[in-house]
């Protein structure tokens, strides 16, 4: 197996359609060295959720390349790639279970410890704790049940756990109330870390503490630059 990535991601001549003969990605290249933060903005249907997706490698180049450390995406096992590139999406992805078992997704061996660490580390123990069985409360049952916030914060204590080299999140589009919000983005920024990171953005908040913003339109990338030059 490969061992942890560092994250540079690299498309080179990559081309992709979803095989109704629509190219989607023309001729797309880009480099994104690792450890950086990356917002990706654009009109609806842009391609922003195929580009990040391509990275979690739902789909496969219709031709060109795509590589993580300079190895081809398609070469590495499923072990190999899901330890490496962690999805985080858009309706945060609960199943029925305790709460701990939600953050252990993809780490089954983690410890209690593990969990309620990550669990600090993006700001939810806190939260968590009041529930009314804490860490092992259904959240399918009465009492157990998250807002929309409270939801994100289990899927960012999840990944954090996963601590893959390479995050990629759909930013919810639906609103939270302001202290959600806050706490929301303190947990992003907490789970950010060194980590590659590409997020699609919809908060001007997101955008700002990214360093790099990709403005996508029609498959092509037309603006890349900081925050502050856009
Ligand atoms: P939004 O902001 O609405 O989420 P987006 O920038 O994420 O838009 P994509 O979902 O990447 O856009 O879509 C890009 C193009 O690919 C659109 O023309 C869309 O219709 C098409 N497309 C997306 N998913 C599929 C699919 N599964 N099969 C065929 N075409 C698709
Ligand atoms: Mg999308």
Same mark, same amino acid.
């Given at each position: 197996?490969?061992?942890?990535?560092?994250?540079?991601?690299?498309?080179? &001549?990559?081309?992709?359609?979803?095989?109704?003969?629509?190219?989607?990605?023309?001729?797309?290249?880009?480099?994104?060295?690792?450890?950086?933060?990356?917002?990706?903005?654009?009109?609806? %249907?842009?391609?922003?959720?195929?580009?990040?997706?391509?990275?979690?490698?739902?789909? &496969? $180049?219709?031709? %060109?390349?795509?590589?993580?450390?300079?190895?081809?995406?398609?070469?590495?096992?499923?072990? =190999?790639?899901? @330890?490496?590139?962690?999805?985080?999406?858009?309706?945060?992805?609960?199943?029925?279970?305790?709460?701990?078992?939600?953050?252990?997704?993809?780490?089954?061996?983690?410890?209690?410890?593990?969990?309620?660490?990550?669990?600090?580390?993006?700001?939810? *123990?806190?939260?968590?704790?009041?529930?009314?069985?804490?860490?092992?409360?259904?959240?399918?049952?009465?009492?157990?049940? $998250?807002?929309?916030?409270?939801?994100?914060?289990?899927?960012?204590?999840?990944?954090?756990?996963? =601590?893959?080299?390479?995050?990629? $999140?759909?930013?919810?589009?639906?609103?939270? &109330?302001?202290?959600?919000? @806050?706490?929301?983005?303190?947990?992003?920024?907490?789970?950010?870390?060194?980590?590659?990171?590409?997020?699609?953005? *919809? @908060?001007?908040?997101?955008?700002?503490?990214? =360093?790099?913003?990709?403005?996508? *339109?029609?498959?092509?990338?037309?603006? &890349?630059?900081?925050?502050?030059?856009?």
């Amino acid at each position: 197996p490969l061992p942890a990535a560092e994250g540079r991601l690299e498309f080179r &001549d990559a081309v992709f359609g979803y095989g109704d003969g629509k190219v989607i990605l023309p001729e797309f290249d880009l480099t994104i060295p690792a450890g950086q933060t990356v917002a990706v903005v654009g009109q609806t %249907g842009a391609g922003k959720s195929t580009l990040v997706k391509l990275i979690a490698r739902f789909y &496969d $180049l219709s031709s %060109g390349s795509l590589t993580l450390d300079g190895v081809e995406l398609n070469e590495l096992s499923q072990a =190999d790639l899901r @330890r490496n590139v962690v999805m985080v999406t858009q309706e945060a992805f609960l199943f029925s279970g305790t709460v701990a078992e939600n953050i252990a997704l993809g780490r089954p061996d983690a410890s209690d410890a593990e969990i309620q660490a990550a669990a600090q580390a993006v700001g939810a *123990h806190e939260f968590i704790l009041a529930l009314p069985e804490g860490y092992d409360t259904d959240v399918t049952k009465r009492g157990g049940r $998250l807002s929309a916030g409270q939801r994100q914060l289990v899927s960012f204590a999840r990944a954090f756990l996963a =601590d893959p080299a390479v995050l990629i $999140l759909d930013e919810a589009t639906s609103s939270l &109330d302001l202290p959600s919000e @806050r706490l929301v983005q303190a947990g992003l920024e907490r789970l950010l870390g060194n980590r590659t990171a590409l997020i699609i953005a *919809h @908060r001007l908040s997101t955008v700002e503490i990214a =360093d790099r913003v990709l403005v996508v *339109h029609d498959g092509r990338v037309v603006e &890349d630059g900081s925050p502050a030059e856009l």
